[in-house]
């Protein structure tokens, strides 16, 4: 019997193939244990700032031993045109979001042969894609584009697409998650912040921290507090949840845990814009 510590390669990795080339952010599991990527640059040399760049057309497909389950080139069901984030929902269904068209592509039971192409609701330039405890699907727009703002589109588990949803100060959103109580996080390069909605898509408050230096992706604890990443200054920001039973006595949702660890009793707060 072989033994592997923990964060060593398994499965004959790393796996290559399938179609993988240019994964820059989406990958998704199911609850049938199957590893989905889209492959946002292909093999398009152009950089992606560039007015010639076209990007990649190919979704990547593995069971949870590595094998691969997709073509050598990949699926490219669905009109898939730069495709980034990626995610599958309750009932199994795929959603990618392309970059490049303005469009969302779902695989209908992680089916590419009966893809569906989802646009309107103000999708444009889309990045991240999470499926809600609804079974709606929400993706953020204008990553990558600072002179746009920012916004959200939900898309109803029949596929109309809802919105936008607009934020004032979120500029290139990029990572979302969602908390217990049902609120969408959101990472948003160009401010620097952290933006809380509702369930419904408006605006409960935004987040500022010394730390957050060009928030790029989110995640949330099994405490409900809220982690950003900082694509500059190789920094990890933990925001307190909007349950703060878990954060520094005193804390108020989106000040900045980290920071209070760091400096004890006289923590440096986190800036909070908007309502709570």
């Known amino acids: 019997m072989v033994r592997l510590r923990a964060g060593h390669p398994r499965n004959g990795s790393p796996i290559r193939g399938s179609g993988i080339q240019g994964n820059w952010w989406g990958i998704a599991i199911g609850a049938d244990d199957r590893v989905s990527l889209s492959n946002f640059t ?14 990649g057309n190919a979704t990547s497909l593995f069971a949870s031993d590595g094998t691969a389950l997709s073509p050598r080139t990949g699926f490219t069901n669905g009109a898939l045109h730069a495709p980034q984030g990626i995610a599958v929902d309750q009932r199994g269904n795929v959603w990618i979001a392309n970059h490049g068209n303005a469009t969302v592509t779902e695989y209908p039971l992680g ?86 909605f509702a369930a419904n898509g408006t605006v409960r408050a935004q987040y500022r921290a010394p730390s957050l230096q060009g928030a790029w992706s989110v995640a949330i604890d099994g405490d409900g507090n809220v982690w950003v990443a900082s694509f500059l200054g190789q920094k990890l920001t933990e925001l307190c949840a909007r349950n703060t039973a878990h ?14 660890r760091m400096a ?10 908007g309502a709570g």
Do not use: Y
Not at 45 to 53: E, I, K
Not at 248 to 258: D, I, L, R
């Open 42 to 55: 292909g093999d398009d040399p152009a950089d992606f700032t560039s007015p010639s760049f076209v990007g």
């Open 111 to 196: 089916n590419p042969s009966q893809a569906r192409v989802v646009a309107g609701g103000g999708l444009h330039n889309p990045f991240a894609v999470e499926a809600d405890g609804r079974g709606n699907v929400w993706v953020d727009n204008g990553s990558l584009h600072t002179s746009v703002a920012g916004s959200l589109t939900k898309i109803t588990p029949d596929g109309q697409a809802i919105g936008p949803f607009p934020a004032g100060g979120m500029r290139s959103p990029h990572g979302i998650a969602f908390d217990s109580a049902g609120d969408l996080w959101v990472a948003s390069l160009a401010n620097s912040n952290a933006t809380r």
């Open 247 to 260: 954060c520094t006595p005193g804390m108020k949702t989106g000040e900045s845990v980290s920071l209070s």
């Open 264 to 273: 004890g009793p006289a923590r440096l707060a986190a800036r909070h814009c």
